[in-house]
């Protein structure tokens, strides 16, 4: 089974607070989880990634943990800004970057909305 | 300078029509991608080609037909346009024995009337 879970659909934050962000995956081969942040009209752009062999990562305010006995992994953004209202996606491959060709299995996106 | 670059980024047009969207990319990569977002915003894999070689199809109808002339090039016409074909189509790339990321374009918007 490929799907990625992704909840919640839209969330609404004030500038400060924190906003989380959780995905449920299948698929016990993949093995690279990256978060891919889309602002409207734009592309979306690869925000922070994790391998399963840590169990958080962070980078600035953004934080990935990753849980691979239950198969979730949620991302934490912490202080948000308004400048963070964004479309953010999780998404799965296995292998990725390495010789098998992967692909990316998105979640169905979150629509996060920082209010000033 | 755009790494990831796709024209059109509007796309009009009427049932049954036959449309293409171009895309290029000039990061050295050698694996290119196409990704359907639709109305919902979900994204989900069509093609990729990796050195001008077909790598996924991932059951995407015959009247989608992908073309790689080489690997910083990657073309995707549509014949017999339907009404259910309008979304947004993004390109990508990525390097292979790299990190995995993907670089996308800013998509191309197909509307079909």
């Known amino acids: 089974q490929q799907q990625v879970k992704q909840s919640p659909q839209s969330l609404i934050v004030q500038k400060g607070g924190i906003s989380i962000i959780n995905c449920a995956y299948e698929?016990?081969?993949?093995?690279?989880f990256p978060w891919y942040q889309q602002f409207p009209g734009k592309g979306p752009a690869l925000l922070i990634a994790?391998?399963?062999?840590?169990s958080e990562k962070k980078e600035g305010r953004f934080t990935i943990s990753f849980n691979k006995s239950a198969k979730q992994f949620s991302l934490h953004i912490m202080d948000s800004q308004p400048g963070d209202s964004a479309t953010y996606f999780c998404a799965a491959d296995k292998n990725a970057g390495g010789t098998s060709y992967g692909k990316l299995t998105f979640g169905q996106g979150t629509i996060l909305t920082v209010h000033p | 300078d755009t790494a990831v670059s796709q024209t059109p980024k509007y796309l009009v047009t009427q049932m049954g029509n036959d449309k293409s969207i171009k895309c290029e990319q000039n990061?050295?990569?050698?694996?290119m991608y196409w990704y359907k977002q639709d109305s919902k915003k979900f994204l989900k894999i069509m093609f990729s080609y990796n050195n001008k070689e077909l790598i996924i199809n991932e059951t995407v109808p015959n009247r989608f037909s992908p073309k790689s002339p080489d690997k910083a090039h990657l073309n995707l016409h549509i014949n017999s346009l339907e009404l259910g074909d309008s979304a947004v189509y993004f390109c990508a790339s990525s390097l292979q024995g790299g990190t995995g990321e993907l670089f996308f374009g800013e998509g191309s918007r197909l509307t079909v009337l």
């Open positions: 990061l050295g990569h050698d694996t």
């Open positions: 994790i391998r399963p062999d840590v």
């Open positions: 698929n016990t081969a993949f093995d690279y």
